[in-house]
């Protein structure tokens, strides 16, 4: 089994652990999180500041990520370098076999990932969504729970989309933009904007 150290211990942490621990390829070492003011080893794991994370690097084959906020993730990411990651892929979800899930992201339970989908590095596909055929999404997004992206829609870096928001196909979302909860996106979004609605519609600030 691999060893991996997980960086994060907030609700998505909780999440993905037991992703982890179901799908069985990887065994746990140690949580690094800024909450931890020491090391701490409590049983087979230990515990440690996350700005100690230089000297566990000999320690582990693998990395992963658990944090939620997609801007934070992709600066950890940074700040680790040059390291493997662990692709977390529950044993209830549905993967294509001509899907590519690239390195440490996670694909939450009784999800469904169809064929010629790209998921980029570090990106979140949550509980019960729904990644249709050829869809491309970048590096750190976030597609929450019960999201449907349907054919050929492409998604930038760290979009997040909100949970059983639809985008319709062939759509582009733009680079850092938000699709609110329940939104149905049947245009083209801008790069950093919000979009709530049905049809979604660009909010202004």
């Not at 999201?147 to 998604?155: D, H, L, P, Q, S």
Request: charged share 15%; with cysteine.
């Amino acid at each position: 089994m691999k060893n991996v150290i997980i960086v994060g211990a907030g609700g998505h942490s909780k999440v993905a652990q037991e992703c982890i621990q179901q799908q069985g390829e990887y065994k746990i070492v140690g949580i690094l999180d800024n909450k931890f003011t020491a090391y701490e080893k409590i049983g087979e794991q230990f515990y440690a500041p996350f700005t100690d994370f230089e000297q566990f690097k000999n320690e582990t084959d693998y990395w992963f990520i658990a944090i939620g906020d997609n801007k934070v993730r992709a600066k950890v990411a940074e700040q680790l370098g040059d390291v493997a990651y662990a692709t977390i892929i529950h044993p209830t979800a549905i993967v294509s076999q001509t899907a590519t899930i690239e390195p440490g992201s996670i694909i939450m339970p009784v999800t469904v990932i169809q064929p010629d989908a790209i998921v980029g590095r570090h990106t979140i596909i949550n509980t019960g969504a729904i990644i249709e055929h050829d869809v491309i999404i970048s590096e750190s997004a976030h597609i929450s729970p019960r999201a449907t992206i349907t054919g050929g829609v492409k998604i930038g870096t760290c979009v997040h989309v909100g949970a059983a928001a639809v985008v319709n196909p062939q759509v582009q979302l733009g680079d850092y933009s938000i699709i609110g909860a329940g939104a149905v996106v049947t245009a083209n979004t801008e790069p950093h904007q919000t979009y709530v609605g049905i049809p979604a519609r660009k909010l202004e600030k």
